[in-house]
Nanobody
Framework: QVKLVESGGGLVQPGGSLRLSCEAS????????MGWYRQAPGKLRDFVAS???????WYADSVKGRFTISRDNARNTVYLQMNSLTPEDTAVYYC?????????WGQGTQVTVSS
């Protein structure tokens, strides 16, 4: 069983930055892919970014150049640095874990971009 706990969401003004963290616990495979999805009100959950050990990140076109995903395997933690935020980035952000056998989701953290 894998448990994911997100943190770092909040309210930020347009143009601002936030860093989300997701700590995984339980039986973690170091070659698992971890990433972030988001869901805005009334919309489907969309892919944001993901990363696997030893590789770079993959990003949705809407966040390329603004968001950076990183991973600390020693801490079983994945981060999402979000810069140049716009109101369109407002959503609940969910951490995701996939290792080919299991998929896990965090409880979500709210990000609101508003002046």
């Amino acid at each position: 069983q894998v448990k994911l706990v997100e943190s770092g969401g909040g309210l930020v003004q347009p143009g601002g930055s936030l860093r989300l963290s997701c700590e995984a616990s339980g039986e973690i495979f170091t070659n698992a892919r971890m990433g972030w999805y988001r869901q805005a009100p009334g919309k489907l959950r969309d892919f944001v970014a993901s990363i696997s050990s030893g590789t770079g990140g993959w990003y949705a076109d809407s966040v390329k150049g603004r968001f950076t995903i990183s991973r600390d395997n020693a801490r079983n933690t994945v981060y999402l640095q979000m810069n140049s935020l716009t109101p369109e980035d407002t959503a609940v952000y969910y951490c995701n874990y996939q290792d080919g056998l299991r998929t896990a989701w965090g409880q979500g953290t709210q990000v609101t971009v508003s002046s």
